[in-house]
């Protein structure tokens, strides 16, 4: 998780800089446009492949060998001459969006198999926790090493966060047989309300395939197709806020339009390490991870609390809202994860492949609407928008789960 954390230091470090070097290099908006748009579609496929790739591949393979690339294309870029810059960028983006994509679901679909069942939401709360201080010194620290000591010098630090990570995964003993394990070694099966919130093939029993194995990992397990859409329609409401921050605090302070963006993202990465330290604490005690519904309420709050970001409080008050944000955030996000885990190993690689393709798409085409409407409409008609629409789909879906639970028998979820 160590390795993990420095990599994603490295990853938002190079959204920044990559960003204004494409700029800076092509003169032209559009061109960062289609890089992002690049990125973007090369993970979305990488999302759909992913699955059959684990299938052939151990997942420290994978993981090991996506660092090694990202590694060795931002070196390209650092070496290639002036004429090849461009043709670097394009590579730079094929191999990040792809690899980073196929990093994710590694990582997530393998780690009931290094920690055990009984530790993954431990595990995830932990991995969350490192990502969330990798963006903020991420995004704090990207203008200053672009202004002081250049491009470069990003792009070589970016090089060794990527290196750094694949030494780590390569002196990772990941256990291998396929199976979930609980901290015994024996094979686990998965909590009450997970089996009754996934439905049938949760407990491990082969499902039955009947079209493409990331959809036949989702028809075993009907609550979770609807969980995996609403990741999707989730995705969508978060590419609204992140277009809507810039013009919002411009409208605050056109002077210094960054304060507000900047402030927004500490508070948020503030509350998102708070929660996953109570949600470690909550699995210790407990040994039981925040479940399906937790996914559901902590949907519903981080969109209801993105809305009210826009809506124009006192500072203070905002302040407050950016910090649930980033709570809620974090707790959708070990949800979530934890969730999907629950799977037997075969499928659940292929739903997390599914799950990445479905929220690429839904960031990116959110990106495309948001901004075109944002010329049209204020940032709290478009946030309001986007993530009411998140906040529907969490009912369906709690609604959903609530029908799945009574009809399941076994206890009941706190």
């Not at 990502?131 to 704090?140: P, T």
């Not at 056109?254 to 993202?265: E, Q, T």
């Not at 996914?295 to 826009?310: E, K, N, P, R």
């Amino acid at each position: 998780m160590t390795g993990y954390a420095i990599s994603s230091y490295g990853t938002f470090l190079n959204m920044v800089a990559l960003n204004l070097f494409v700029y800076e290099t092509t003169g032209r908006a559009l061109a960062m446009g289609l890089f992002m748009a690049v990125r973007l579609a090369s993970g979305f496929a990488a999302g759909l492949t992913a699955g059959a790739l684990l299938a052939r591949f151990t997942a420290k393979s994978v993981m090991l060998w996506t660092n090694i690339a990202q590694a060795s294309v931002m070196l390209l870029l650092v070496l290639a001459p002036d004429g090849l810059r461009t043709a670097a960028l394009i590579a730079v983006s094929v191999v990040v969006g792809s690899c980073g994509t196929l990093f994710m679901v590694s990582l997530r679909s393998s780690i009931p198999e290094m920690v055990g069942e009984d530790r993954r939401s431990w595990a995830n709360s932990l991995s969350i926790t490192g990502r969330s201080l990798a963006m903020v010194a991420g995004f704090a620290s990207a203008g200053v090493v672009v202004s002081l000591v250049g491009y470069t010098a990003a792009f070589v630090v970016d090089t060794a966060t990527f290196a750094v990570c694949a030494v780590t995964v390569a002196l990772l003993p990941i256990p291998g047989g396929g199976e979930r394990r609980d901290g015994t070694g024996r094979r686990a099966r998965p909590e009450p309300e997970e089996a009754a919130a996934a439905g049938p093939g949760a407990d491990g029993a082969p499902a039955r395939r009947r079209g493409p194995a990331a959809l036949a990992a989702l028809a075993a397990a009907p609550g979770l197709a609807l969980m995996v859409a609403l990741r999707g329609v989730d995705a969508l409401g978060s590419s609204s806020h992140n277009a809507a921050l810039p013009v919002y605090s411009s409208e605050l302070d056109d002077a210094r339009p960054a304060v507000f963006v900047s402030a927004f993202w500490c508070l948020w990465a503030l509350g998102n390490i708070v929660v996953q330290q109570l949600i470690q604490r909550y699995a210790r005690r407990t040994g039981r991870s925040v479940g399906a519904l937790g996914f559901g309420w902590g949907t519903c709050l981080m969109s209801a609390s993105f809305i009210l970001a826009f809506a124009g409080f006192p500072p203070a008050a905002t302040a407050a809202i950016a910090l649930v944000a980033g709570a809620a955030d974090g707790l959708t996000e070990v949800s979530y994860t934890s969730h999907l885990q629950t799977l037997p190993a075969g499928p659940r690689a292929h739903a997390f492949g599914l799950s990445a393709t479905v929220e690429n798409l839904g960031f990116g085409a959110g990106m495309i609407l948001v901004a075109a409407a944002l010329d049209h409409y204020t940032p709290l008609t478009v946030v309001g928008w986007s993530h009411g629409a998140a906040i529907v789909v969490a009912g369906v879906f709690l609604i959903r789960v609530a029908g799945l639970r009574t009809s399941s028998p076994g206890p009941s979820s706190p």
